[in-house]
């Protein structure tokens, strides 16, 4: 049986090398459209504003839904 550390390692190189890859294909395919289309078209990047501002709201929701009880806690003790 492989050590925990182990297994963390190989789980973050797997998930970093599956947002690798989506990533490539992504720019990949974005470059692919832009190459053969006659006319080309404005596509929003893959981490373009729209992707930013949704992933920081579910960011700032995720925080205040974890952390929220703690610093409740805290502050009704005066910290």
Same mark, same amino acid.
């Given at each position: ?31 692919? +459209?832009? &190459?053969? *289309? ?5 596509? #929003?990047?893959?981490?373009? %504003? ?10 700032? +929701?995720? &925080?205040? *839904? ?5 610093? #409740?806690?805290?502050?009704? %003790?005066?910290?």
């Amino acid at each position: 049986m492989i050590s925990v550390l182990a297994q963390e390692r190989l789980l973050g190189a797997a998930l970093g090398s599956l947002l690798t890859g989506a990533v490539v294909f992504e720019h990949r395919r974005s470059i692919y +459209k832009s &190459v053969h *289309k006659s006319e080309p078209q404005q596509t #929003e990047p893959i981490f373009g %504003r729209k992707y930013r501002l949704k992933f920081a709201h579910t960011w700032n +929701k995720a &925080v205040d *839904k974890t952390l929220g009880p703690l610093i #409740e806690s805290l502050s009704s %003790r005066g910290w």
